[in-house]
């Protein structure tokens, strides 16, 4: 796109021009614009002297592609890509509650299928540790991943809306699902949990939430495992 106006009047000239172009990956967020706008005016005050001034400004940016990258001490490289990214054969629109795990990087991603996983990564190779639809230990399945934590061994703990109740915490390792607290059932001090808000798993499988309950009291539970 350009334009350009320019003229003369008595003594006094002018012109000015604006171009600007504008360009799009096939990647979210991989815009591009450069947009130029340019113009003079001059004034003759006798034959042979005259008066001018000029001025140009040049506007441009560039969006990068989001996603979940790490640095390998030498460089950094990429691990999923938002809009590129698949997993379980479902495009990743978001990435969050990122976790590290050994060697892995980890995080929840939400997809534009509505779905969400907890996954963990191996370079650029996924693997899903819990994700929307899994069936959960008290029969009840996952409606919707709030958050999460990881232990060194890869036990993940997970909180989750699920189709009978909210909000749920559960253990998730090689063996399936544990219940924590589940939301049929007030823990030992006989409140009922309204939210939960964090978790943080311990690598002896010990869990650990913060909770409100009915009554608008803030509440720090442990569990301990009984396997």
Known sequence: LSAGLGGAWNRLDYY??????DTKGSLNNTTY???????????AINANTE?????RHISAAAGNPNGLFYYDGAAWKTVCLIGACKVNGETVSGIRSL????????????TTAGNQYVVC?????????????????????ITF???YDINRSGDVAVIVNTGLTSPNVFL????????????????????????????????????????????????????????
């Open 16 to 21: 000015s021009e604006f171009a600007r172009f």
């Open 33 to 43: 614009h450069n947009g130029t706008a340019a113009g003079n005016i001059g004034f």
């Open 51 to 55: 008066i001018r001034a000029t001025g």
């Open 99 to 110: 976790r590290s795990n050994v060697n892995r990087v980890c995080s929840i991603l939400d």
């Open 121 to 141: 990564f191996a370079g650029t190779t996924p693997t899903i540790l819990s994700s929307k639809g899994d069936k959960t230990s008290d029969g009840t399945e």
């Open 145 to 147: 991943i709030a958050n």
């Open 172 to 227: 998730v390792t090689a063996d399936g699902y544990y219940t924590v607290s589940s939301g049929l059932f007030p823990p030992e001090d006989g409140n009922y949990l309204l939210s939960i808000y964090s978790v943080d798993l311990r690598d002896d499988r010990r869990v650990y939430f913060t909770a409100q309950d009915y009554n608008g009291r803030l509440a720090v539970y442990a569990a301990a495992p009984l396997f």
